[in-house]
């Protein structure tokens, strides 16, 4: 579901979007909570969901939606530390080359020799034998 159709406003009071659709959800959750029932007291009360939203109560609506965020954040976590973990190969092998007096550069394309599938096997195997993980 697009962030647009979310609900974003209660009885009381109402949200502005963020434009990151995990926290829209949260919010949007809190709203559609709101809009059911007038007293949180009730928000564990069986109400069938609102548009884009799990689960048989508001209570559930709003902690599907902060889990799907916390799913969204891990993912994005480890992407970001792959990508982190990449770049230190990289720049770990421009620095080796660097120190041979050799441009790993062809082009657009990263140039090796040796029995290796990738660059990052290369690389990750010089670092193994340099740090005694042979």
């Not at 926290?23 to 949007?28: K, P, T």
């Not at 792959?82 to 720049?91: E, G, S, V």
């Not at 080796?96 to 660059?119: K, M, Q, S």
Request: charged share 30%; aromatic share 8%; proline share 3%.
């Amino acid at each position: 579901m697009s962030d647009e159709n979310l609900r974003m406003d209660a009885y009381y009071y109402s949200f502005n979007e963020t434009g990151q659709t995990e926290v829209d959800l949260i919010l949007s959750a809190i709203a559609c909570a709101g809009k059911s029932f007038h007293h949180t007291d009730q928000w564990n009360d069986e109400d069938s969901p609102w548009p884009g939203h799990t689960g048989n109560s508001p209570i559930e609506w709003i902690c599907n939606a902060a889990f799907s965020a916390a799913q969204e954040m891990a993912r994005l976590k480890a992407e970001v530390e792959a990508l982190r973990k990449d770049a230190a190969r990289l720049d770990r092998l421009e620095m080796e080359c660097e120190a041979y007096g050799t441009d790993v550069h062809e082009g657009n394309r990263w140039v090796i020799d040796g029995p290796f599938a990738t660059l990052r096997d290369a690389i990750d195997a010089g670092m193994g034998k340099e740090c005694g993980h042979d």
